[in-house]
Every structure is written in structure tokens, then in C-alpha cells.
């Protein structure tokens, strides 16, 4: 009997200490409430870190916006105004030119897991780090990056081929996707991410550089845009999994690693996921009669990439960080067989 009620003592105390040890991470993400992503990742995965952690750290993601504007994600980290981010790199294309290579090597990779295997395995993650303390002078540690889906391009008329982008204004962050779109004749529009919807609506923009097919169908985009590009043409973003350098030092090895691990576990998965849904949610659309799924010809994309390529060397002039990211994913996706 002693012997029990000392173990039942000492789980409490273990539970206890264990329940005093608890993190909460307060991390803004670029996704939109209303996001798939944000649900999936909020319904699925964000119980699975306190799972990996014995509850000694939680993640509580909060919307795009919601506590500084998603360019000022950096700066916040470091500041401590936010513990970290979760955010579209292509945002920061304005802090540092490396950022623009990193967040979205346009017309590049195939598949998101080429790109996600680019930042674990690859040495992306050395690079955004670079790319990081550049801006923030270390206190931003970068935990992972990668992207979950190749974009879908809303648009409100027909884009069937390369040269129909030639006058189209299109929604756009700035940066390396600017310039593409802008050397393949259209004209780039920088306009807030939240901002889309009313821009499509109201004829401002012909068509956005928006998100994955299943996040524009949850927003409604296809009501106003209803000649969606599937499966996309442009974009691949990057995202960044960021923590202030600090609250990351504060962290034992296990939970650091628990961390690297159960974002590349959640980004892989989504991959799927999003892939899945983007699919059905495509042939459903196309078997209707108001929605018009636009697939390009090989041709036409072989025509963008090597409308962007041009565009990925000439951003790499601007910065000595840009031109060693854009080594760096040439000599992966050679290594890959992307190229020769």
C-alpha cells in the first residue's frame, strides 16, 4: 500500500512539473481563416505537438493579418511581438532579394515534396536561415521550410495559353512573381492577400496569384473568377516555421527536435491532403456548367519557365544572398535531375 501511494505521489508531482513546464506558441500564419489549410492543420495536427512534446509546448495559429501584417512577421519574432510564424517567404522579398529565390523559384520544382526536400535535405533551411539573421540579426531561429501545394491561378477570363497573359493584370506579391508575369506580358498588381475577393469582383485585377485550388474554392474565389488555372502555371510558395531565437534556445534538444520533425510530418501530409482535394474539388467543377478548369499545354508552361528562369538570374544580381539561393537550388534540382 505504501509503495502505491508513493508512485501515485510521484506521477502527480511528474504531472504536475510537467503541466508547469507548458509552452504556448503564439504563431501567425499567412493563411486566411477560412482557409483548408488552416483548418486542417488546426484540427489535425496542431494536437499532435503536445502529443510529440509530452504537452510541454502547444501551437495556437492565428490568420494572416491578425497581429501585424504578414511582411512584418520578421520583425515581430524578433521583437517578441509574435513567438514565430508560419508564413509565405515571398512576403519578405522587399527586406532581402535571397527571400524572392527562396520563397518561390517560379516555374521551377514539379512537385512541392522536390521543395520540401530542397529545405530538409538540401540545405534550404541553412539558406533561410541566412536569409533570416540578414534581416533580424539572429533573433529569429528558422525551425523548417517548404511549401504544401502548387498554387492554382484563379482568373476571371480565359487564360488558356502563354501568349493570353500578354495585357492581363494579375494580382500579384511582389517580387520574383512580379517579374515573371510582368516579362510574360502581363501587368503585376500588388494588392493585400485579404484584399483578393473584392479585386477579382469588382474587375480590378483579371486574375490572382492566390492559393491552393481547395483554399480558393473555401474562399469562394471561383464565384467571381470562374476560369481557374488547375493545375497551376506560376507558383510553388515557400513557406518558413520560425521562432523567436530565444523562446527556441530556451527549448531541451528533444522538444527542438519534435518541432523540425512535426512540421515536416504536417507539410508532408497536407501535401497530400491538399493534392486530393485540389483533384475532386477540379473534376467536380469541370463537370458543371460555371466553372471552366483550365489545364495548359506543355508547351505554353515550357514557354513561362523559360520566361522565369531569365527572371531567376537576373534577381540573383541583386544580392550576393540571391545569388548563392540561386546556386543553391540549381545544384539540388541538378542533383535531382531537374536539370543536366
Not at 92 to 98: H, N, S, V, W
Not at 132 to 137: F, I, L, N
Not at 206 to 234: K, R
Not at 261 to 285: F, G, I, N, P, Q
Request: aromatic share 8%.
Amino acid at each position: 500500500m505504501k509503495f502505491t501511494k508513493i508512485a501515485l505521489l510521484t506521477a502527480s508531482v511528474s504531472v504536475i512539473a510537467s503541466l508547469a513546464q507548458a509552452e504556448t506558441l503564439n504563431i501567425q500564419t499567412s493563411f486566411n481563416a477560412g482557409d483548408f489549410s488552416t483548418q486542417y492543420l488546426t484540427d489535425t495536427w496542431l494536437p499532435k505537438i503536445k502529443e510529440m512534446t509530452d504537452g510541454r509546448i502547444e501551437i495556437i495559429l492565428t490568420p494572416n493579418g491578425s497581429v501585424v501584417p504578414a511582411r512584418e512577421t520578421p520583425e515581430a519574432v524578433a521583437a517578441g511581438v509574435l513567438d514565430g510564424d508560419f508564413t509565405s517567404v515571398n512576403y519578405f522579398a522587399g527586406l532581402e532579394p535571397a527571400y524572392a529565390i527562396m520563397g518561390d523559384l517560379i516555374s521551377g520544382y514539379d512537385t512541392p515534396q522536390q521543395m520540401l526536400g530542397f529545405c530538409k535535405d538540401g540545405g534550404g533551411e541553412a539558406m533561410m536561415q541566412k536569409a533570416a539573421d540578414s534581416v533580424t540579426g539572429g533573433e529569429v531561429h528558422v525551425v523548417a521550410c517548404g511549401p504544401y501545394s502548387r498554387e492554382a491561378l484563379p482568373a476571371r477570363t480565359p487564360i488558356r495559353t502563354f501568349a493570353d497573359l500578354a495585357g492581363k493584370k494579375i494580382r500579384s506579391p511582389e517580387g520574383l512573381a512580379a517579374a515573371v508575369f510582368q516579362a510574360a506580358g502581363a501587368s503585376p498588381v500588388s494588392i493585400p492577400f485579404s484584399e483578393v475577393f473584392g479585386a477579382l469582383e469588382k474587375g480590378i485585377v483579371d486574375a490572382a496569384d492566390a492559393s491552393a485550388y481547395v483554399n480558393n474554392d473555401a474562399t469562394g474565389l471561383h464565384d467571381v473568377a470562374p476560369f481557374p488555372l488547375y493545375p497551376g502555371i506560376h507558383s510553388m510558395p515557400s513557406m518558413q516555421f520560425t521562432i523567436n531565437t530565444e523562446k527556441w534556445e530556451s527549448f531541451s534538444a528533444e522538444d527542438q527536435q519534435a518541432l523540425h520533425t512535426w512540421w515536416y510530418d504536417a507539410m508532408s501530409a497536407m501535401t497530400v491532403e491538399v493534392d486530393k482535394k485540389d483533384k475532386e474539388l477540379a473534376a467536380r467543377d469541370n463537370a458543371g456548367d460555371k466553372i471552366e478548369v483550365i489545364d495548359w499545354a506543355q508547351e505554353d508552361r515550357d514557354q513561362l519557365r523559360e520566361v522565369a528562369r531569365k527572371q531567376w538570374e537576373a534577381y540573383a544580381e541583386k544580392s550576393d544572398l540571391a545569388k548563392e539561393a540561386l546556386d543553391a537550388n540549381i545544384k539540388y534540382m541538378t542533383e535531382i535531375g531537374l536539370f543536366k
